[in-house]
Structures are given as structure tokens and as C-alpha cells.
């Protein structure tokens, strides 16, 4: 059921502006505003300004520019937030990730580089070389 998602203890169904379902496949460009959920295959750049999820069935290959970005899927490419990058159990992510918050569940797969900085433009960033393959 799509709608099964909306529901949840911290999610706020005002804040949703939508979502692609298990089946679709889109090349190209996504901008998305608000709070969007990907469940089928993206290959390109996804633009987010709030929060985007990558759901269990999502395979995304390409750039994720994003405030915040949560993974229970697949990705392969890019990654660059602005907040905090979820790794969640079962979610394969390879790759780069630059961020300044990163976590990695037990169960989720990181295999790639992390760049690392703090907020503030002066600090120095540190990065990461993971690998990371455990099991529940």
C-alpha cells in the first residue's frame, strides 16, 4: 500500500509533498521540495531542500544534493548533505558522502569515502575511508 509510509510517530503528513512507488523509473533531474520518499529507480541527480528517503525497494545511481537523507535502499554515486545522512539496516550505500553527520546502523552497508566537516566554514574537514559490512 503507497500510503502506508504517510503514517508514522515522527512523521508530520503536512510536511509530505510526495513520493516515486516501486515501479517507477526516471533519468534525469528530480527537485523536490519538502519531505519525499523514493521507492523506485532514479539514475541522475536528485535535488532536495528538506528531507529525502530512499525507501527499501529504492535503487538511486547517480548525485543527491540534500538537507537531510535517510537510506533504507540502494545508492550508488554522490552524496552531499547539509544535515545528517542515515545508513539504515539492509541499505547498501556506495560511494562518497560529504557531511557533517553520519550514521551508520548496524546492518547497513557503507563502502566508499565520508568526507566529514563541521558547520562552521573554518574548521578543517576530515575524511573517511569506510568499509563496513556488518551483520544483524
Known amino acids: 500500500m ?3 509510509w504517510f503514517r508514522g510517530k515522527q512523521r508530520d503528513t ?3 509533498t510526495g513520493f516515486l512507488e516501486q515501479g517507477v523509473r526516471l533519468e534525469g533531474r528530480l527537485e523536490v521540495s519538502g519531505v519525499f520518499r523514493i521507492d523506485g ?3 541522475g541527480t536528485v535535488v532536495s531542500d528538506h528531507t529525502l528517503i530512499l525507501g527499501e525497494n529504492a535503487r538511486v545511481e547517480g548525485q543527491i544534493d540534500g538537507e537531510q537523507i535517510t537510506i533504507f535502499g540502494r545508492f550508488d ?3 552531499h548533505a547539509k544535515g545528517r545522512v542515515e545508513i539504515h539496516p ?3 550505500v556506495t560511494g562518497e558522502v560529504f557531511t557533517s553527520c553520519l550514521v551508520l546502523e548496524q546492518g547497513g552497508i557503507f563502502d566508499g569515502t565520508c568526507h566529514m566537516a563541521a558547520l562552521a566554514p573554518a574548521t578543517r574537514s576530515i575524511t573517511i575511508p569506510i568499509r563496513s559490512g556488518t551483520q544483524g
Open 41 to 43: 529507480q532514479v539514475s
Open 90 to 92: 539492509r541499505a547498501i
Open 14 to 16: 503536512a510536511l509530505w
Open 2 to 4: 503507497a500510503w502506508k
Open 77 to 79: 554515486g554522490v552524496i
